[in-house]
């Protein structure tokens, strides 16, 4: 598993040589993470080809490739650079500070100079700063073999050939063709009577997670990315739609638990940063719970009457913040999969509510058992003249009514927020909760006033 680094602390470097031929790029960097002195850092990347470098360097952490960069030649930089994919190149330069981005461009060659720039200027999170501009671009008046041809002669240049996209002479997209078919076709064919017209692409300024939706929806392995005018200016492929949807994926779980999300990896954020991100919605939640502690403040002589309601508060806010949360979540995935929408509002309700009579009685009959167990027992104890199966009614039907509450909220506000164009992930667990405890007091409180206070 650590063969690279035992190697090196070995300085047997020609053995390591052979080894590193054989090894997938990735595995590569993986070990070459553990390696914490530079100089030998270094050296492991200076016994790798050039080729196998530049692959190997796409695939490494930013602090590695900063670590590289700052004990190479410009020669060896220029080398690295030249050989990437350009949408490897602009992710690596993204991370980098200002110093090694104008080192990076300066020692590019022109083109690569170019299409780093070109790309560089799309916002982010968009198609066009996801794609890479080496693609396969074929002309619709070739011929099979001709295209063929053109196909040996370039694809060691290409991000990928599964697919050729067909233009004119104005670089418009007019269609696309599998190299299957190209393959399978006649030499003497043209590609234009090959191709499909019905083309999946993406615009350069569109959302990056649309595009990623996109890709699942027709199940496809890259697409060619377009300009305002239709011409074709690049390609995204499926393993940048894989960072994407990891990206969105934890950004969304950062906000279902109420922190934003941190754009570098837990241990290399700061102990400053991390706080920083988190703070924020604490002091909101913290804030908004003024309105739970508010209610409890009204309703204390209730409480003094009768005292063990208040043993009861921790399960009731716990059980229905959790429900909240269930159904906000399930909501957010289905909004997330394109499985709901807001039109879809109601039937929604409708099917969270039927959950929550079936969740809300099972769960209120297990309470009322509990309360009276315990009570027999010697856990709770009651005032004279108090009956603790009328606190046991009161505390269950307060479960089921609150429940039904709690998930009517966690299943709207997603929805809602979704309709005003926000993150449904802000009405994730915490927001919810925060809502829900304030909503099952009031109606805990609301049912023992009505029962227990004559």
């Known amino acids: 598993m650590h063969e690279i680094l035992n190697l090196v602390?070995?300085?047997?470097?020609?053995?390591?040589?052979?080894?590193l031929e054989d090894m997938n790029p990735a595995d590569i960097a993986e070990q070459m993470a553990e390696i914490e002195d530079v100089k030998s850092l270094v050296i492991v990347f200076r016994l790798l080809p050039k080729e196998q470098a530049a692959e190997v360097f796409s695939y490494l952490e930013p602090d590695d490739q900063q670590r590289i960069v700052g004990s190479i030649s410009d020669k060896e930089l220029a080398s690295i650079v030249n050989e990437m994919f350009v949408d490897d190149a602009v992710d690596f330069t993204e991370e980098m500070p200002a110093n090694i981005v104008d080192r990076v461009l300066r020692v590019s060659d022109p083109e690569t100079r170019k299409a780093i720039n070109q790309l560089l200027k799309y916002p982010d999170s968009s198609a066009g700063s996801l794609m890479t501009t080496e693609l396969l671009r074929l002309k619709s008046e070739w011929s099979v073999e001709a295209a063929i041809?053109?196909?040996?002669?370039?694809?060691?240049?290409?991000?990928?050939?599964?697919?050729a996209f067909v233009t004119d002479e104005s670089r418009h997209l007019k269609g696309v063709a599998s190299m299957k078919d190209v393959l399978a076709a006649k030499d003497d064919e043209l590609i234009a009577d090959i191709m499909d017209t019905e083309v999946i692409y993406a615009q350069t300024t569109e959302d990056q997670a649309d595009v990623a939706e996109r890709f699942k929806k027709y199940d496809i392995v890259s697409m060619p990315v377009v300009d305002g005018e239709m011409r074709l200016v690049g390609l995204i492929t499926i393993d940048d739609v894989v960072d994407v949807i990891e990206e969105e994926t934890t950004e969304d779980i950062y906000k279902m638990a109420a922190m934003a999300p941190i754009e570098d990896s837990y241990m290399q954020t700061s102990v400053f940063s991390l706080a920083k991100k988190r703070i924020v919605w604490l002091l909101i939640l913290m804030i908004s719970a003024t309105f739970t502690g508010l209610i409890i403040t009204k309703f204390e002589n209730m409480l003094t009457a009768v005292a063990i309601l208040t043993s009861f508060i921790p399960m009731?806010?716990?059980?229905?913040?959790n429900a909240g949360s269930q159904a906000s979540v399930s909501v957010i995935r289905a909004l997330v999969l394109g499985e709901v929408k807001f039109s879809n509002i109601l039937k929604v309700i409708w099917k969270e509510f039927r959950v929550s009579i079936l969740v809300g009685l099972a769960v209120?009959?297990?309470?009322?058992?509990?309360i009276?167990?315990?009570?027999?027992i010697g856990l709770y104890s009651v005032d004279p003249g108090q009956n603790i199966y009328i606190i046991a009614g009161v505390v269950s039907m307060t479960l089921v009514l609150a429940v039904i509450c709690a998930k009517?909220?966690?299943?709207?506000?997603?929805?809602?927020?979704?309709?005003?164009?926000?993150?449904?992930?802000?009405?994730?667990?915490?927001?919810?909760?925060?809502?829900?405890?304030?909503?099952?007091?009031?109606v805990y409180f609301g049912i023992a006033s009505l029962i227990l206070i004559r």
């Open 372 to 376: 009276i167990i315990c009570y027999y």
């Open 149 to 163: 041809n053109y196909v040996r002669r370039s694809c060691s240049e290409l991000a990928s050939i599964t697919y």
């Open 364 to 370: 209120a009959a297990v309470n009322y058992l509990r």
């Open 316 to 321: 009731l806010m716990d059980t229905c913040g």
């Open 9 to 19: 602390e070995s300085r047997s470097f020609g053995e390591l040589r052979k080894v």
């Open 408 to 442: 009517f909220v966690g299943c709207t506000l997603p929805l809602l927020a979704d309709k005003l164009k926000l993150d449904p992930a802000l009405m994730a667990s915490p927001m919810i909760t925060t809502i829900v405890d304030a909503v099952s007091l009031l």
